[in-house]
């Protein structure tokens, strides 16, 4: 690797200063040391990281990244230029799995050719499989989401002993002692986001785990019971964010409305973490995700949304099913009339609220009849988006084990295609209400197609940003916009996009 400035710099902290010589020797002058010139010679080791999956994986990602540049690796786009090639897995659907599993089989084939390559395997996947995994002849390392901590010493020694490691939780369901608690904790604020995938913009951990076992759902048996973090500790690293120039926080949990910790004499819900984040210097917008459609501290987080305006207007709360019968047999514990009551109070409270939801097709005796009621509710609710899932069995889920996988894959994906299109209609419509109307982005740098229109816009790039309700907006404006606000006026519309001009 070639060692940048940037890699110097983070390597040996501000006391330094440092000159880059030829064949990557490195001269660095001790400001705090009586004896002048440390000569260091580094051949630092690179590291490519792949990330699939959730938001809660981003995170980890992010946070796997910034431990390994502390630690001294350098991170390359290119995995052809890797010493070190980490995946970052996802377990919710067969399919996440399939594509890890065939980019595997690839890194197979160049280790036939460069032997010394070190490949590790962090994640879902890596706590679902371990020693499994451990066996393809890929693989070096295999890394639990609770083991993250330990990343830097793992690839290290596989890099050094050549020897084959593997870290993962032995009982999932048990929880995590102090230490270990306190290590993740650690691991969570020292090395907070600072690789930020989009400039100004961060994911901060509520909650980790989830106790709900809906039968379909893998989550619980890789990422453990349900832990709220504290929330000093959460203000804290929402402070340094600030501090660093991030505008935006998105509050993380699987089901980041059932926050809960007691210290003392009092509860914390997340209305309460919304209103001590919201008092934070510099946090200019805050948004929470998932929710689980449930009526403990619903209230409170949705008056929070109202009285505090960097809450942005927005709940994303997946449904899974119109239809009372799959939703008892996914575990969900609420009715369809429990979760419309929700929404409508929702909307009397929060005026222009917008709504997402998750939807799962296909679930094992889901008729045409169920389907159809799913299609009802999607009309009702007027979701701004909604992701549709085709049924994927997971391995040791209840659905699996009890019920038979019997809606074929054709009716799958039939009538993914039909909800997806049956919301595309009312993301259409919800999203010409915004016609002529000016409305204010957080920009998140170059659209898909940055050359678009540049011609007409003195020479500005396409830029892309959303509004405070998670509308995507796309505009021509210049790139040093990136990790702001702007207003745009919107003069076109697309069903998920809204197109329009910088004022
Ligand atoms: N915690 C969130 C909740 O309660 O809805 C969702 C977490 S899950 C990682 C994200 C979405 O994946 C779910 O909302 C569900 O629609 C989908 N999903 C989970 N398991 C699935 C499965 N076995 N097959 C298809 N989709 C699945
Ligand atoms: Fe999975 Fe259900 Fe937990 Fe969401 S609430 S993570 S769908 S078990």
Redesign the pocket.
């Known amino acids: 690797m070639k060692i940048s400035p940037f890699f110097v710099k983070k390597k040996f902290g501000k006391n330094h200063i440092f000159s880059i010589m030829p064949h990557q020797s490195v001269l660095l002058f001790d400001i705090t040391l009586e004896i002048p010139y440390i000569c260091a010679s580094m051949s630092a080791k690179t590291v490519h990281i792949k990330s699939f999956g ?1 938001q809660m994986n981003k995170l980890d990602t992010a946070l796997v990244t910034s431990a390994l540049r502390q630690g001294g690796f350098g991170l390359v786009d290119d995995e052809k230029e890797a010493d070190v090639v980490l995946i970052n897995t996802c377990s ?2 067969g399919h996440a799995e399939e594509k890890v599993l065939s980019h595997l089989g690839n890194l197979k084939h160049i280790k036939e050719s460069r032997p010394e390559l070190v490949v590790g395997v962090i994640g879902c996947m890596a706590q679902r499989l371990g020693a499994e995994l451990l066996g393809h002849e890929a693989v070096d390392v295999v890394c639990g989401p609770a083991q993250i901590p330990q990343i830097t010493s793992l690839v290290t020694e596989a890099l050094q002993e050549k020897k084959k490691t593997l870290a993962v939780t032995r009982k999932i369901r048990q929880k995590a002692d102090e230490e270990e608690t306190q290590t993740l904790e650690d691991f969570e604020s020292v090395f907070d986001s600072d690789d930020k995938q989009i400039p100004n913009q961060a994911f901060v951990r509520a909650m980790r785990g ?1 106790n ?1 076992f ?1 039968t ?4 619980p048996y890789v990422r453990g019971p349900e832990v709220s973090r504290p929330p000093n500790a959460i203000i804290e690293q929402i402070k340094r964010l600030a501090g660093e120039g991030v505008k935006l926080v998105t509050l993380l949990g ?2 980041v409305n059932s926050y809960k910790y007691t210290a003392g004499e009092k509860t914390y819900c997340l209305a309460d973490l919304l209103q001590m984040a919201s008092e934070v210097e510099g946090i200019e917008w805050l948004r929470f995700v ?1 929710n ?1 459609p449930l009526e403990e501290f619903f209230d409170e987080i949705i008056q929070a949304m109202a009285d505090l305006p960097k809450v942005c207007n927005f709940l994303h709360m ?1 449904t ?1 099913s119109g239809s009372d019968r799959i939703l008892k047999a996914m575990n969900r514990n609420y009715t369809v009339r429990y979760y419309m009551e929700l929404l409508d109070r929702a909307r009397a409270t929060v005026p222009g609220i917008a709504i997402a939801g ?3 097709v296909g679930f094992p005796g889901e008729t045409e009849e169920d389907f159809q009621a799913t299609v009802e509710l999607v009309k009702k609710v007027r979701y701004k988006n909604c ?1 549709v ?6 391995p040791g ?1 209840t ?1 699996e084990n009890r019920l038979e996988d019997d809606v074929s894959e054709k009716i799958k994906k039939k009538r993914n295609t039909e909800l997806l299109g049956v919301q595309e209609k009312i993301s259409d419509e919800l999203s010409k209400e915004f016609l002529n109307k000016d409305v204010l982005v957080l920009v998140e740098g170059l659209s898909k197609k940055p050359h678009l229109n540049k011609a007409e816009n003195k020479n500005n790039p396409q830029l892309v940003g959303r509004t405070a309700t998670d509308w995507i907006v796309v505009f021509n404006g210049p790139e040093s916009l990136a990790g702001e606000f702007a207003t745009v006026k919107i003069t076109k519309t697309a069903p998920l996009t809204l197109f329009g001009e910088l004022l």
């Not at 379909?216 to 989550?219: F, G, Q, T």
């Open positions: 959730c919710v659907r989830c709900n809906c379909y759902c893998i989550v699987q089901t998932t689980y997946p899974q998750d939807f799962i992701f899932f085709k049924y994927s069995p997971r889920t659905a």
